[in-house]
């Protein structure tokens, strides 16, 4: 079995918000919400699915940011936001690398990989957020109230970077993958 430096939590939490995160983008290419009246069964089915499951991403999301706070292990805040000190250079260091050809290490030492997963990281809260805030209040019937509306459209705005995160970071996993480094499967890997 793979050694991991991740901590066992983090690789939890990982999978918990790679799964959710993945059925809410292709669910919504299918669901339609109860106010298209004229939509298929199967899409409003879709619609009630998207809710409960964003219902267990956004716990998840809050599980995570609770231990991104209180966790040292995994770099802690530093590893997903490295604004500054020793944490931005090592940012700065792999992008001179990518300049040269070399694809920066992954794991949680930070860097460029760290900042990329904390922008995603950030754009997948914000979707939580505005998901969680539409359950509350979106109507099950009639057309929605401005601020419902608003959040409607904040909602699917974050969609557009949650998209191209998820592209880009699977592409990048197998980009690592087929580098040689061993990320993928040490970030899976659900033992010790």
Known sequence: MIQS???????????????TVTAQLFISLIMAPPIHQDASAL????????????LAAV???LAHWLWTMIAKADGGRSHLFPWRG???????GDIVALMNRRLPDGGPRGGLPGLVHGLGFLAVS???????????IFPDAGRP????????????FLANFVWAYWYGHVGLALL???SGHPNVKA??????
């Open 43 to 54: 899409a409003h089915g879709a619609y009630q699915v998207h809710e409960v499951v964003g």
């Open 86 to 92: 020793e944490a931005l250079a090592a940012v700065k």
């Open 187 to 192: 970030m899976f890997s659900l033992g010790t």
């Open 145 to 156: 109230g401005p601020i419902a509306h608003w959040f409607k459209e904040v909602h699917q």
């Open 176 to 178: 690592h993958k087929w």
């Open 126 to 136: 914000g979707m939580a957020v505005t998901g969680a805030v539409l359950f509350a």
């Open 5 to 19: 430096n991740w901590s066992l939590p983090t690789r939890w939490l990982h999978i918990g918000l790679a799964a």
């Open 59 to 61: 716990a998840i999301v």
